[in-house]
């Protein structure tokens, strides 16, 4: 027995050995690409230095996902404010965004949360989309999507290799480790697109609703309603106007979103409203309001030199509401 044990031993001794050799350089390579992947620049960890500049000044705070990101410039109006949204940035995370910043902001009077109509009900969902947690986590010590905070030792939450995906890393690789991204972020938070436009047509509407809906959940909507009921409470409590706004998107995408995803997210804000402690003024400019397909990026984003007119436009709504 102790003989065959021996031999056993021997043979697995050299086996394990050749796997050795052959995995060190591949997790030496890996950590090597994971620890450039941590000091390249990042739109995230710009805006996080934006902002940091303007502690002493903001007095409005903007949340929302990647419409929101795309469709709010504060620097165009006349209030003192910053984009805080990112994409797919869910009422989870803009909750827990806004409570980060909040107590650093001493002139702080006003939030606004630009709620798309399917956010209400969505998570980050899987793959790329939930390893975005690592953003939050690594840069601002937030947990993230709630959905996802057992993923803690899951790669797609501490990883930024899944964050960039395998084609973008390789293309990073190749380029030495510059990554040359589709736009910047505005020093006000905002995101200004490099590219002119993509495509805007019923079909690719009808895909990037499908997208939105891939992890649109009830369980998700009433998990969202409770959240923002306690929130919004307790940000008027201290003092500060909360309003929502729901940002425009162009009619390839509105004609696509099923009807039963604007009716719900509809009911729950009047629920949530019928909750707080004072009137939330609500802006619904989904269906486009005043703008045409030139205005728009692509299906439900808006360009630049429309995002600033829009902004504007919010601005002024809000301050006749006497809001801002």
Not at 76 to 101: C, I, K, M
Not at 121 to 131: E, F, H, K, N
Not at 193 to 222: C, F, N, W
Not at 240 to 248: C, D, E, Q
Request: aromatic letters at 12%; one cysteine or more.
């Amino acid at each position: 027995m102790a003989r065959a044990a021996t031999s056993m031993m021997n043979q697995i001794g050299p086996l394990v050995k050749r796997a050795a050799i052959f995995l060190l350089p591949v997790l030496l390579g890996l950590a090597f690409i994971e620890f450039n992947l941590s000091r390249m620049p990042r739109e995230f960890k710009s805006k996080i230095a934006y902002l940091e500049r303007r502690l002493e000044s903001v007095e409005v705070l903007f949340a929302g996902n990647s419409q929101a990101y795309f469709d709010v410039y504060p620097d165009a109006t006349g209030v003192s404010g910053f984009n805080v949204a990112s994409p797919w940035q869910t009422p989870v995370l803009d909750v827990q965004v806004l409570e980060y910043w909040r107590p650093r902001l001493p002139r702080l009077r006003a939030i606004v949360l630009c709620l798309s109509h399917f956010s209400w009900g969505t998570s980050l969902g899987g793959g790329d989309r939930a390893s975005r947690n690592v953003l939050f986590r690594r840069d601002l010590g937030l947990w993230g999507d709630w959905r996802y905070v057992w993923q803690g030792l899951d790669p797609r939450s501490v990883s930024l290799m899944w964050v960039y995906g395998f084609v973008n890393v390789r293309r990073i690789l190749f380029r030495g480790f510059r990554f040359d991204s589709e736009g910047a972020v505005r020093q006000d938070g905002g995101w200004r697109p490099s590219l002119k436009q993509k495509e805007i047509s019923r079909q690719a509407g009808a895909d990037r609703v499908k997208i939105h809906l891939e992890d649109y959940t009830d369980r998700m909507l009433a998990r969202h309603e409770v959240l923002l009921v306690d929130s919004i409470r307790r940000w008027q409590a201290a003092g500060l106007k909360v309003a929502i706004v729901v940002p425009p998107t162009w009619k390839t995408y509105s004609e696509a979103l099923p009807a039963y995803v604007v009716q719900r997210a509809t009911a729950a804000r009047e629920r949530v409203l019928s909750q707080v402690s004072e009137p939330v003024p609500v802006i619904d400019d989904y269906a486009a309001n005043g703008f045409s397909e030139d205005d728009f990026f692509d299906n439900d984003h808006l360009k630049s030199s429309a995002a600033g007119i829009w902004t504007s436009s919010v601005v002024a709504r809000l301050q006749a509401m006497g809001t801002l």
